[in-house]
């Protein structure tokens, strides 16, 4: 018999029909990175298999490469003289680090390279940033979140977002005008345009976290081999049992909160709804600082609207959106609204640096903080 016809013998042999049903489950598994696989190799080996688009691996990876980037330029601010302010502020009205400015262009530059983003959306840019393609991803970043810690070597990091490529197209016939409309409105996605999410955290370690819509995974930079690697197959908040009961947010504001989050604090430090221990407060003043914490170990972060900052002060296309979708993924929960139940992956922004409110965290303590507000 031919090698062939032994094969074509095996494949309708019946013995075999269960093994190739029980595969299905197990090709799913595959679009996830294996400990210890690289970033670059695990995004190379997913869309060789089809489990990721080729021009997502593509911008994925360069994202990563200005994560890279922005790591090294972090480690040496101070000695490179990167610390302080740049002169100018953003269009959200926040004063400009030098290594805000710098770590943009390195963003900017490195997705521009890659030929996969059409549109691109940072924080420290007015409008949307057109790239000569005609068609592709729109990423959306905050180069460095935190930068008020670069000076103190506190914790930073960048956070950022990849939409489904827009409806409409970019054509070199164009005007400057009709090209940023166009821009404009390819950029003005909701959250469930979310095709990835993820962020770098520098910090003592540099931690690179990312979903495609199939869990979340941690991948740890390696000097030693200049590579994210995994570290983390699946990330999930930790809920129940293994939930730490920390609670985190802006705790000099909380007599600009809606009085009845100040009593939600109130309660939590009594206990909370179990009625045990203090919950314990930590902030670092970080949004990634303060999320990977809360993904790691469970609890709640709020992000309230106060009375001088009515729909807070995060960014829904490149910080709130993100995060939501990354604590959805990993089994959190993620809510806006007066009374925490309104889905944040949902609004649809007016204006490029619309902010939102967010309260993300275990499933439970973001449910209880909704049981709390119901009795308001
Ligand atoms: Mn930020
Ligand atoms: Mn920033």
Redesign the pocket.
């Known amino acids: 018999m031919s090698t062939l016809a032994a094969r074509a013998r095996i494949a309708r042999a019946p013995a075999r029909a269960p093994r190739r049903a029980r595969r299905a489950p197990a090709r799913a598994m595959r679009a996830r990175a294996a400990l210890g696989e690289s970033l670059s190799a695990h995004l190379a080996s997913a869309s060789a298999r089809g489990d990721i688009d080729a021009d997502l691996a593509i911008a994925l990876n360069s994202v990563a490469i200005a994560c890279k980037r922005v790591r090294a330029l972090v480690a040496r601010a101070p000695i490179a003289g990167n610390t302080g302010a740049a002169g100018g502020s953003n269009a959200s009205g926040d004063e400009q680090k030098k290594l805000?400015v710098i770590a943009n262009d390195v963003f900017v530059e490195t997705l521009r390279a890659c030929g996969r983003a059409s549109v691109i959306v940072t924080?420290e840019e007015d409008t949307p940033i057109a790239v000569e393609r005609a068609s592709g991803y729109i990423v959306t970043f905050?180069?460095?979140?935190g930068?008020s810690n670069i000076d103190a070597c506190v914790t930073t990091g960048s956070i950022f977002g990849v939409y489904a490529p827009g409806a409409c197209e970019i054509k070199d016939t164009d005007s400057a005008e009709e090209t940023l409309a166009n821009c404009l409105t390819n950029s003005l996605q909701s959250g469930e345009a979310l095709v990835a999410a993820g962020y770098c955290m520098y910090s003592s370690s540099c931690v690179f976290v990312l979903t495609t819509g199939d869990g979340v995974a941690q991948y740890d930079f390696d000097e030693n081999v200049g590579e994210f690697v995994c570290s983390k197959e699946r990330v999930t908040i930790p809920d129940g049992d293994k939930m730490q009961r920390i609670y985190s947010g802006n705790n000099g504001n909380v007599n600009l909160w809606a009085p009845e989050l100040k009593d939600y604090v109130a309660h939590l430090q009594k206990g909370g709804s179990d009625g045990g221990k203090p919950w314990t407060y930590r902030y670092i003043g970080a949004l990634i600082g303060d999320f990977h914490r809360t993904l790691l170990y469970g609890g709640i972060w709020l992000y309230p609207p106060d009375t001088s900052a009515p729909n807070g002060k995060a960014r829904l296309l490149y910080e709130i959106a993100p995060i939501s979708m990354i604590a959805e993924q990993a089994g959190g929960m993620s809510t806006r609204g007066p009374k925490a139940n309104e889905s944040v992956l949902d609004v649809v922004p007016k204006h490029i640096h619309e902010k939102s409110p967010m309260f993300v965290g275990s499933k439970s303590a973001v449910q209880d903080l909704q049981e709390f507000l119901k009795k308001y």
């Open positions: 805000d924080e905050d180069p460095i979140d930068s």
